[in-house]
């Protein structure tokens, strides 16, 4: 009987490959396990030919989806036989921890060759986090024009507009003609491969105007770029924040928009997919720092990660000692009622849960600029009604059920009332802290739940072991 090849025979691999794409992704939109047993199996092997038929050539998405999920070793040897094939792009869609392992690993001259072919902003993003000495030593492999580019938006602050930029755009002066322009953008091959908008200029590089790719297609071509073009009314400033100038994009839906330096000149341009980069990229940072998370990312060291959050748990362990201290002033009545230890919990719990619900909605507010001074002593009015609401229905509830588990109706009521004052107090630290934090210049999204759950754990024991103090001291 005659020998057959395995199934999955790399053989059989790249002729499948020849027909068709690989279907990297489940149902679940993770990389398939059977797909990702058959990549490693072929660095194993140092097949060459399977890894620059199945991996070479895709998406840098996909690419970078599969140095997430493979091991460090095999990483780097991925890269190393992929060789040219390997395309750089792939950095920007892993995270950091990641990227710089892979650079790291790379000798300078290769990195060079690969980030000639990105466009100016994905090269940025790669070089940014690299040493300074690595930087220089890459810069200086590259042609002049490509470095001095590169190297103007290295010096711009981090997270600034300058940084996310792509510094390849089309531009042309004001007494062109539109065939003139028409005729430039076909001849000229070292235009950007895909652009929306052609910007108009004088003699200084001093931004005039735009004109968007379907005027162009509209107008004839004897007509003077000037008598079309449009004022560019949103110009970014390249040492502008990378998330206020998201909130312009957004504000004005945007595709691209100009980067102009302090003196007016056109010095790139911000599209809507580095923008949405950062979209995402600062909605995660606000997630993670309401959790008291500091900059971590999947793919960093248990030490890394431990240390970046233990100060804020070190914060929480201080204001937690102020709770227990305000507990302690209510000893002797807790030893005469075991049950108010049984409640407390529930009424510091209720309270915190309050708060963080109106602390997360504020934070996202100020982050989107939607509170201001018009509209902030409204919005503060109306978390107080809905604590209060909220307050006496939970009260409500919570005093009937104490009342009759421990048949003992004024204890029900000391809870109620505890309640109301608790969940009043937590929606209005709720909303005033982080809008107090904002105002002295201070980040609401890292420092308000510490503060915010500070304040309902001390006001919920107060309220709770005060009431309870007075009324049985009263009574008995």
Request: glycine share 6%; aromatic share 6%.
């Amino acid at each position: 009987m005659a020998e057959t090849e395995p199934k999955d025979s790399p053989k059989d691999s790249i002729e499948a490959a020849d027909s068709h794409e690989p279907d990297i992704y489940g149902e679940d939109g993770a990389v398939r396990s059977s797909f990702l047993a058959r990549v490693g199996a072929a660095i194993a092997d140092r097949d060459v030919l399977f890894l620059r038929a199945h991996v070479g050539h895709l998406h840098p998405s996909e690419l970078g989806h599969i140095l997430q999920v493979l091991q460090p070793e095999q990483r780097q040897a991925l890269v190393q036989l992929l060789g040219e094939e390997f395309n750089f792009e792939a950095l920007t869609e892993v995270d950091e921890a990641i990227r710089l392992e892979i650079v790291d690993a790379l000798p300078n001259e290769q990195i060079a060759e690969g980030v000639q072919d990105l466009d100016s902003d994905d090269a940025v993003y790669i070089l940014e986090d690299m040493d300074e000495e690595d930087q220089e030593e890459i810069l200086a492999k590259l042609p002049f024009t490509e470095r001095i580019r590169l190297r103007r938006a290295l010096d711009y602050p981090e997270e600034s507009a300058g940084r996310r930029m792509q510094t390849e755009f089309v531009a042309v002066p004001p007494f062109w003609t539109i065939g003139q322009t028409i005729d430039y953008m076909r001849e000229d091959h070292d235009l950007p491969d895909r652009f929306s908008q052609v910007f108009v200029i004088d003699p200084t590089f001093r931004l005039l105007g735009a004109i968007d790719l379907d005027r162009i297609l509209r107008s004839g071509r004897a007509v003077k770029v000037e008598d079309v073009m449009q004022e560019t009314r949103h110009a970014i400033p390249a040492t502008m924040d990378q998330e206020e100038a998201a909130q312009i994009f957004e504000q004005y839906d945007l595709l691209s928009a100009a980067v102009v330096d302090e003196n007016e000149r056109l010095v790139g341009v911000l599209t809507i997919d580095d923008v949405v980069d950062v979209i995402k990229a600062e909605a995660e940072e606000d997630i993670l720092r309401l959790g008291g998370v500091g900059d971590e990312e999947l793919s960093d060291s248990v030490f890394s990660i431990s240390r970046s959050r233990v100060p804020w748990l070190m914060v929480n362990l201080l204001t937690a000692f102020l709770s227990a201290s305000v507990i302690g002033l209510f000893e002797a009545t807790i030893q005469e009622m075991v049950a108010l230890a049984v409640l407390m919990p529930i009424v510091a719990s209720m309270g915190g849960n309050a708060a963080t619900q109106t602390m997360t909605v504020t934070v996202r507010a100020i982050a989107t600029r939607d509170i201001d001074i018009y509209n902030a002593s409204r919005v503060i009015r109306r978390e107080a009604i809905i604590g209060l609401v909220n307050g006496i229905i939970f009260a409500t509830v919570v005093g009937l059920v104490a009342g009759a588990l421990f048949h003992n109706p004024q204890l029900g009521g000391i809870i109620a009332a505890a309640m109301v004052i608790n969940m009043l107090a937590a929606a209005l630290g709720g909303i005033l802290i982080p809008l107090l934090l904002h105002r002295v210049g201070a980040d609401p999204a890292i420092a308000s739940s510490v503060f915010v759950t500070t304040v309902t754990d001390v006001t919920g024991f107060m309220a709770f072991l005060g009431l309870a103090t007075w009324w049985f001291g009263v009574h008995h």
